[in-house]
């Protein structure tokens, strides 16, 4: 029952540098997307996707790509990371239905010094 | 005008308590409705979703008002691990944009 599996866990980076937050599901699910959570503003959308070939922008997505190469794998990039991207993110999927509720990962707990 | 609002709270209520909490959404477009429960530094999960006729489960009920907008979540004889922030969450009509707001946190005292 591995549902949906973000890895790392935790991640240091420094000002400048680029990483790759991975994102995997084994629920056959249509839809991912990448939401960063920051205190007092909620989950926010970075980017999401529909389905494999298919991306979007959600209402944070600078300085963030994605890709969909797959059904099962969404990796979030930082190109060039910085202090205001120190964040939680986390990773979520569903089926392309408008009923199905979300399914998350347990999170990426990302600092930038 | 934030799209889903929530009052922050915290909200501080006695064991055995009932407390209810409000979402309001501005798109009239929205269509599906969730309530998700976030413990501290862990990932959301699904309480339950948010259907047209109003849902119970256990001592958890959802109801939709689309009229004025808002969707509510209403817990009953509160326990002290109901303590935790609630999340509403909306899917409007023509995206796929779940829309999260900020959470209502709720502490339930012994």
């Known amino acids: 029952n591995a549902g949906v599996t973000q890895t790392p866990k935790f991640q240091v980076l420094k000002t400048g540098q680029s990483m790759t937050l991975q994102c995997a599901q084994d629920m056959n699910h249509e839809y991912m997307s990448w939401y960063r959570q920051d205190p007092g503003m909620g989950l926010r959308l970075i980017h999401y996707?529909?389905?494999?070939?298919?991306?979007d922008q959600g209402e944070v997505p600078n300085g963030y790509n994605v890709s969909r190469s797959t059904t099962e794998d969404f990796p979030l990039r930082l190109l060039s990371a910085a202090p205001s991207q120190t964040s939680v993110y986390f990773c979520a999927s569903s089926y392309r239905d408008y009923n199905s509720p979300l399914h998350f990962g347990n999170g990426t707990r990302l600092t930038v010094t | 005008r934030k799209e889903v609002e929530q009052d922050p709270g915290p909200f501080n209520v006695p064991e055995g308590a009932t407390v209810a909490f409000n979402c309001t959404y501005s798109?009239?477009?929205?269509?599906?409705f969730f309530w998700y429960r976030q413990d501290c530094r862990k990932e959301p999960k699904l309480l339950m979703s948010?259907?047209?006729s109003g849902n119970e489960d256990g001592r958890f009920t959802a109801q939709l008002n689309r009229a004025s907008q808002y969707i509510s979540l209403l817990i009953r004889d509160s326990k002290l691990s109901d303590s935790a922030t609630y999340l509403c969450?909306?899917?409007?009509?023509?995206?796929?944009?779940?829309?999260f707001g900020t959470g209502t946190r709720l502490k339930v005292l012994a």
């Open positions: 798109n009239s477009a929205s269509q599906s």
């Open positions: 948010v259907y047209s």
């Open positions: 969450v909306v899917l409007t009509s023509g995206t796929y944009k779940y829309i």
């Open positions: 996707s529909v389905g494999a070939g298919i991306t």
